[in-house]
């Protein structure tokens, strides 16, 4: 990089603003990225997703490129600092762990040197931008796209037609260079042509309760699909001529969740309609390319498709499925399997595709995303499907990766590591459990980078949120996507019986702590947009309060992203982990606040289970129903009955609906009550076992309190699982779907 540093010096920086700076600094690192991108192997794998959230990529492409320091330093000897481009907004193509995983994944396999390249969609305006305006959240258009996008090489000659009913989209890709010992691509398709096909690429999910949302949402999942596939396809044919049969041998393919699953068919209808091969070898050659990821339990979120939605805009793809059904009912009939199985097993019924059920059927793997959960697809969601191919069931513990998740994010703490057992850990596969047996050597070295991690994370809060936080605040947090099966309205009822028996004088010595949430909600998810009014209600209710508010806050961060989480992080303490046991498939956010040195705070569920096997139950806090004492008591569970039995829950139950906390009007709140206490929708009372799990959530979050007045002892179960949490690197992951599915090296 040393052509790099050379212009970098050269640069004029004076008068310059700070978007400037960034593209002009940004364009000559680029410049020596695009030197380095890979060749294309023999063999690759692919990763198809629909999201892929980034992050801000300035610094960690400094980092990647091993000029991050040097670049410090000549900017400060310019009296620019480079902190300066924290301004520089996120690129928010991913609504929460399931795009952070993809990045994370790219990352790691350019770390380890193996082709992996991702295909996605070039996002004109991310997710949204959230504000929370009198304590709801609102959304915005987030365009991330006005500080410009040096970090992506626009491809118009590699311009691809992909055509619906009524009319034709043109998919111009961007590379966007993945650094590591190998420069891989991640290759983002923009929709162009008519003002209709620029829809496609203009917001990520959009609103699909209307069958325009729902056709626009199927486009955009077909749209990449297709323009990922018609490209290997045609590489194929200009290396191998019109042999097929060999496609699988060069190319295997990802699929991330159930977005991408219309490749499948879109393969088949490539093979059949443009080379001539029968739908029953282009069946054959899919099953041999195509693996599968599930990323939820939660049958609402395995999409399905209406045959008549699929018609109207892809016909040809509606047809190709009909002829997969068939084929598929036809292999079933040769079985000894009984026509109930034989009915669990097709993907296609009264009308309805069923994408999960097309991607078992026709994938060569299938995988879940922790012990846990994979052990749930095999005995419930998929118990059929397991029965009859359990040879493609593997699980794969998701990771994340320590580059941008410590390295970067924390360099006190990768200092600390560094002068206990040395700098070989930073390399990739290599771990740091050697830290282990430093533990006791380092406490006071530990609190004092974490008292520092503290202090930048409330400076960051209020300049984002104009909130001051005293820096001797314990931090636990409550970061991610906000759905009530992540519980954060456990959370939010559980701060008010703190709060209560604060001011009631039940707890005293009590050490000064925030409890801080960020998430987003999707914008039509109306239960879920009260819960964040109702944490923010309660965030006006103790932070006014003058007997307690010196012990206890509450925050909610606004448009929670990337570089927030990078903040979120590193400071906090107590790290809250509590859905409903057996709905969380794995969770990532678990593992970055591991490797930053918080204490898990949740139930047996996801990589919670794992991650205490690693580091000990000791050095964590676990509480809460199990997924098997949920099974024994959801027929009987009555929460009405548990409400008259606790008056603390009572109490801040009826906060809901008893004026002391205000919903605007909107009724939110009494929805929320009647969720608990009569049911909702489709759902039990209380479907979420909020209540039920309620007393021993308060009871672990004051019995941490009290622990963590034990300075040195707590910084001590900290640092054990900075220690243990090399197992969940992405490079682990990523070499075990390397060696186990993909089979590349």
Same mark, same amino acid.
């Given at each position: 990089?040393?052509?790099?540093?050379?212009?970098?010096?050269?640069?004029?920086?004076?008068?310059?603003?700070?978007? $400037?700076?960034?593209?002009?600094?940004?364009?000559?690192?680029?410049?020596?990225?695009?030197?380095?991108?890979?060749?294309?192997?023999?063999?690759?794998?692919?990763?198809?997703?629909?999201?892929?959230?980034?992050?801000?990529?300035?610094?960690?492409?400094?980092?990647?490129?091993?000029?991050?320091?040097?670049?410090?330093?000549?900017?400060?000897?310019?009296?620019? &600092?480079?902190?300066?481009?924290?301004?520089?907004?996120?690129?928010?193509?991913?609504?929460?762990?399931?795009?952070?995983?993809?990045?994370?994944?790219?990352?790691?396999?350019?770390?380890?040197?193996?082709?992996?390249y991702g295909y996605g969609i070039r996002f004109r305006y991310g997710l949204f931008r959230q504000r929370i305006e009198d304590g709801f959240q609102k959304e915005y258009p987030d365009n991330w796209q006005r500080f410009g996008d040096p970090w992506s090489i626009r491809r118009?000659? +590699?311009?691809?037609?992909?055509?619906?009913?009524?009319?034709?989209?043109?998919?111009?890709?961007?590379?966007?260079?993945?650094?590591?010992?190998?420069?891989?691509?991640?290759?983002?398709?923009?929709? +162009?042509?008519?003002?209709?096909?620029?829809?496609?690429?203009?917001? %990520?999910?959009?609103?699909?309760?209307?069958?325009?949302?729902?056709?626009?949402?199927?486009?955009?999942?077909?749209?990449?699909?297709?323009?990922?596939?018609?490209?290997?396809?045609?590489?194929?044919?200009?290396?191998?001529?019109?042999?097929?049969?060999?496609?699988?041998?060069?190319?295997?393919?990802?699929?991330?969740? $159930?977005?991408?699953?219309?490749?499948?068919?879109?393969?088949?209808?490539?093979?059949?309609?443009?080379?001539?091969?029968?739908?029953?070898?282009?069946?054959?050659?899919?099953?041999?390319?195509?693996?599968?990821?599930?990323?939820?339990?939660?049958?609402?979120?395995?999409?399905?498709?209406?045959?008549?939605?699929?018609?109207?805009?892809?016909?040809?793809?509606?047809?190709?499925?009909?002829?997969?059904?068939?084929?598929?009912?036809?292999?079933?009939?040769?079985?000894?399997?009984?026509?109930?199985?034989?009915?669990?097993?097709?993907?296609?019924?009264?009308?309805?595709?069923?994408?999960?059920?097309?991607?078992?059927?026709?994938?060569?793997?299938? #995988?879940?995303?922790?012990?846990?959960?994979?052990?749930?697809?095999?005995?419930?969601?998929?118990?059929?499907?397991?029965?009859?191919?359990?040879?493609?069931?593997?699980?794969?513990?998701?990771?994340?990766?320590?580059?941008?998740?410590?390295?970067?994010?924390?360099?006190?703490?990768?200092?600390?590591?560094?002068?206990?057992?040395?700098?070989?850990?930073?390399?990739?596969?290599?771990?740091?459990?050697?830290?282990?047996?430093?533990?006791?050597?380092?406490?006071?070295?530990?609190?004092?980078?974490?008292?520092?991690?503290?202090?930048? %994370?409330?400076?960051?809060?209020?300049?984002?949120?104009?909130?001051?936080?005293?820096?001797?605040?314990?931090?636990?947090?409550?970061?991610?996507?906000?759905?009530?099966?992540?519980?954060?309205?456990?959370?939010?009822?559980?701060?008010?019986?703190?709060?209560?028996?604060?001011?009631?004088?039940?707890?005293?010595?009590?050490?000064?702590?925030?409890? %801080?949430?960020?998430?987003?909600?999707?914008?039509?998810?109306?239960?879920?947009?009260?819960?964040?009014?109702?944490?923010?209600?309660?965030?006006?209710?103790?932070?006014?309060?003058?007997?307690?508010?010196k012990l206890l806050r509450v925050v909610f961060v606004q448009n929670y992203d990337v570089s927030y989480a990078e903040k979120i992080v590193a400071g906090?303490?107590?790290?809250?982990?509590?859905?409903?046991?057996?709905? +969380?498939?794995?969770?990532?956010?678990?593992?970055?606040?591991?490797?930053?040195?918080?204490? $898990?705070?949740?139930?047996?569920?996801?990589?919670?289970?794992?991650?205490?096997?690693?580091?000990?139950?000791?050095?964590?806090?676990?509480?809460?129903?199990?997924?098997?004492?949920?099974?024994?008591?959801? &027929?009987?569970?009555?929460?009405?009955?548990?409400?008259?039995?606790?008056?603390?829950?009572?109490?801040?139950?009826?906060?809901?609906?008893?004026?002391?906390?205000?919903?605007?009007?909107?009724?939110?709140?009494?929805?929320?009550? #009647?969720?608990?206490?009569?049911?909702?929708?489709?759902?039990?009372? &209380?479907?979420?076992?909020?209540?039920?799990?309620?007393?021993?959530?308060?009871?672990?979050?004051?019995?941490?309190?009290? +622990?963590?007045?034990?300075?040195?002892?707590?910084?001590?179960?900290?640092?054990?699982?900075?220690?243990?949490?090399?197992?969940?690197?992405?490079?682990?992951?990523?070499?075990?779907?390397?060696?186990?599915?993909?089979?590349?090296?």
């Open positions: 990089m040393s052509d790099f540093l050379q212009e970098l010096s050269h640069l004029e920086t004076k008068d310059k603003d700070v978007v $400037t700076l960034y593209n002009e600094i940004s364009e000559l690192a680029m410049r020596e990225c695009v030197k380095r991108i890979a060749a294309k192997e023999q063999r690759n794998a692919y990763y198809l997703s629909m999201e892929f959230l980034i992050g801000r990529s300035f610094y960690n492409n400094l980092m990647e490129l091993g000029v991050l320091e040097e670049t410090k330093r000549i900017l400060a000897e310019k009296g620019v &600092d480079i902190n300066v481009f924290e301004e520089i907004e996120d690129a928010a193509l991913g609504n929460g762990g399931l795009g952070r995983l993809a990045a994370c994944f790219m990352d790691s396999a350019a770390a380890l040197g193996l082709p992996l118009e000659e +590699e311009a691809r037609e992909i055509k619906f009913a009524d009319y034709t989209a043109l998919a111009v890709p961007y590379d966007v260079p993945i650094i590591g010992k190998r420069v891989n691509c991640l290759r983002l398709y923009q929709a +162009e042509g008519c003002a209709e096909a620029e829809k496609i690429s203009e917001y %990520l999910y959009p609103a699909d309760d209307t069958e325009e949302g729902k056709l626009l949402r199927l486009r955009q999942e077909y749209f990449f699909s297709a323009a990922a596939i018609g490209e290997l396809v045609d590489r194929h044919a200009k290396l191998y001529g019109n042999h097929f049969e060999s496609f699988p041998k060069y190319n295997t393919i990802q699929l991330n969740d $159930t977005h991408p699953v219309l490749a499948i068919a879109e393969l088949v209808r490539l093979l059949t309609a443009n080379y001539r091969v029968s739908v029953p070898k282009a069946v054959e050659i899919a099953k041999q390319t195509f693996n599968y990821t599930n990323h939820t339990v939660l049958p609402e979120a395995l999409e399905c498709w209406r045959e008549e939605l699929v018609r109207k805009i892809l016909p040809d793809i509606a047809d190709i499925l009909l002829k997969l059904v068939s084929l598929q009912k036809r292999e079933l009939k040769r079985t000894a399997l009984s026509p109930a199985q034989c009915a669990d097993l097709v993907f296609y019924d009264k009308g309805v595709f069923s994408m999960a059920k097309l991607a078992i059927w026709c994938s060569s793997a299938i #995988n879940g995303v922790a012990a846990l959960h994979t052990e749930i697809l095999k005995k419930t969601l998929f118990a059929t499907a397991y029965s009859v191919y359990p040879e493609k069931f593997q699980n794969k513990t998701n990771g994340v990766t320590k580059r941008r998740w410590l390295m970067l994010n924390n360099p006190e703490l990768s200092a600390l590591i560094d002068g206990a057992i040395g700098t070989t850990w930073r390399e990739a596969r290599a771990d740091h459990s050697a830290l282990k047996g430093k533990v006791t050597l380092l406490e006071d070295d530990f609190i004092a980078v974490k008292r520092e991690k503290r202090r930048q %994370l409330f400076a960051y809060i209020e300049e984002r949120e104009g909130v001051k936080i005293p820096e001797h605040f314990l931090v636990y947090a409550q970061v991610k996507r906000l759905h009530e099966y992540k519980r954060q309205f456990m959370t939010a009822l559980a701060i008010l019986e703190i709060y209560d028996l604060i001011k009631s004088g039940a707890v005293t010595d009590f050490r000064p702590s925030l409890f %801080l949430f960020g998430a987003k909600s999707a914008p039509s998810y109306v239960r879920a947009k009260g819960i964040i009014k109702f944490i923010n209600e309660i965030a006006k209710l103790i932070n006014g309060d003058e007997q307690v508010n906090t303490d107590v790290s809250l982990q509590v859905s409903t046991a057996g709905l +969380e498939a794995s969770g990532t956010g678990n593992m970055k606040f591991m490797m930053n040195g918080a204490v $898990t705070c949740g139930t047996l569920d996801g990589a919670n289970i794992e991650i205490v096997e690693h580091a000990g139950k000791e050095n964590n806090y676990i509480f809460g129903a199990t997924v098997d004492e949920i099974a024994r008591i959801s &027929d009987s569970y009555d929460p009405n009955a548990l409400l008259a039995e606790k008056p603390l829950h009572k109490k801040a139950v009826e906060s809901l609906i008893d004026g002391t906390l205000s919903d605007g009007g909107t009724g939110c709140f009494a929805e929320l009550y #009647n969720a608990l206490t009569q049911g909702a929708s489709w759902h039990e009372p &209380d479907n979420y076992f909020v209540l039920y799990d309620l007393e021993s959530y308060v009871n672990t979050l004051l019995a941490i309190n009290r +622990e963590s007045g034990e300075q040195k002892t707590f910084a001590r179960k900290q640092l054990y699982n900075v220690a243990s949490s090399s197992f969940f690197s992405s490079d682990r992951t990523i070499m075990d779907y390397a060696e186990n599915i993909w089979h590349i090296s």
